[in-house]
């Protein structure tokens, strides 16, 4: 029983081992130029004087659930497409061009409603 715990330990160890390593040299030989710049807090690539009533635009969440929703049904296809090759099927197959075009149709829509213009 634990015979088959023993790759992932012998994983994780030298997980940890290397990681470790690579954080020690780097504090060991990295180079230590600090200035006001490196010390302040970076914020997801928005300056850091920006005030906490600072607020993003529904645009930017639009944007961010439409990308999650395309990437998810487009991990749906793997699962679909080692079927296909695996059986052959035509039926898939088909069924995998109906939902594509249904996703690029729903593209299209998001396209003309102006949902994937940044503004």
């Known amino acids: 029983m634990l015979q088959s715990y023993l790759p992932i330990l012998v994983f994780a160890t030298l997980g940890i081992l290397?990681?470790?390593?690579?954080?020690?040299?780097n504090g060991i030989i990295g180079p230590r130029k600090p200035n006001?710049?490196?010390?302040?807090?970076?914020?997801?690539?928005?300056?850091?004087?920006?005030?906490?009533?600072?607020?993003?635009?529904?645009?930017?969440?639009?944007?961010?659930?439409l990308f999650i929703l395309f990437d998810i049904e487009v991990v749906f296809l793997y699962p679909v497409g080692v079927l296909v090759s695996a059986a052959g099927s035509i039926f898939l197959l088909v069924e995998i061009i109906i939902f594509v075009v249904l996703l690029m149709t729903a593209l299209v829509f998001v396209w003309a409603r102006g949902?994937?213009?940044w503004k």
């Open 18 to 25: 290397v990681g470790g390593a690579f954080v020690l040299l």
């Open 36 to 65: 006001k710049v490196k010390i302040e807090p970076y914020e997801c690539g928005l300056p850091s004087q920006v005030q906490r009533t600072f607020r993003f635009g529904v645009s930017f969440y639009m944007l961010a659930m």
């Open 115 to 117: 949902a994937l213009d």
